[in-house]
């Protein structure tokens, strides 16, 4: 079974500045890792995911996460952040199947000018 | 344009008094699932289908009903519903493969009084 901590529900940077937010999983399968980005009033859109292969994976927007299977973790990270990064973002892991998919509880940004 | 709809995007409704909330995806995938977000509990599975007329329980399904009988299409079924199920409610839909993204649509607030 795979599960998702995500470490802040909030988390406040100036503009800017770099955006670390924190994601840990756990599985007992290979996992598939995802970052979604949920704005105001919308549904989650894919910033980036891992499947295989490099561990260092760039997604939009500038975002970019590395893979680190002896932390278990998934940090997302933009080294400069925008006044528009303000949102909410989801970690999630998956296994063999569609069906495996789990959420983090989600941490809000919030960039302050 | 790929994309998942949902409808309607905006619901109140009173206790026990029956809704369906529709979902559809134009991408052909065989893959659906219903969400619920709560704040602090990022997201949670009620039921998904890996295809037409196959379906199942997620982590939360008490209190929903779902169909598919046919592709695109997954309605969210609340027979009788109760205040605890005021939430707001994604449709998300994928193919059926290893590490495959789920696409999600712009989410239902339903408040149940």
């Known amino acids: 079974a795979q599960s998702v901590t995500q470490l802040g529900s909030h988390v406040s940077v100036s503009e800017g500045a770099l955006v670390l937010l924190r994601c840990n999983y756990s599985s007992s399968v290979p996992p598939y890792l995802f970052w979604y980005v949920q704005y105001p009033n919308q549904g989650l859109q894919l910033l980036l995911k891992?499947?295989?292969?490099?561990?260092l994976v760039k997604g939009i927007n500038g975002f970019e996460a590395e893979f680190k299977k002896s932390e278990t973790s998934f940090h997302l990270t933009k080294p400069s952040a925008h006044m528009s990064d303000a949102a909410e973002y989801f970690c999630?892991?998956?296994?063999?199947?569609?069906?495996?998919?789990?959420f983090g509880a989600g941490t809000r940004l919030t960039v302050k000018p | 344009e790929a994309q998942v709809t949902q409808n309607p995007r905006y619901l109140i409704t009173v206790t026990g008094k029956k809704l369906t909330v529709t979902c559809s995806q134009n991408?052909?995938?065989?893959?659906m699932s219903w969400y619920r977000q709560d704040p602090g509990l990022g997201l949670r599975q009620i039921y998904y289908?890996?295809?037409?007329?196959?379906?199942d329980k997620g982590d939360v399904p008490e209190g929903y009903k779902v169909s598919r009988k046919e592709k695109r299409n997954f309605p969210l079924i609340l027979e009788s519903p109760s205040p605890n199920q005021t939430s707001l409610y994604f449709c998300a839909s994928s193919l059926v493969r290893e590490g495959h993204e789920q696409f999600f649509g712009p989410g239902t607030r339903l408040t149940v009084l």
């Open positions: 891992y499947t295989t292969g490099a561990t």
């Open positions: 999630a892991v998956s296994g063999l199947n569609n069906n495996d998919m789990r």
């Open positions: 289908s890996m295809n037409v007329e196959v379906t």
């Open positions: 991408m052909n995938h065989e893959y």
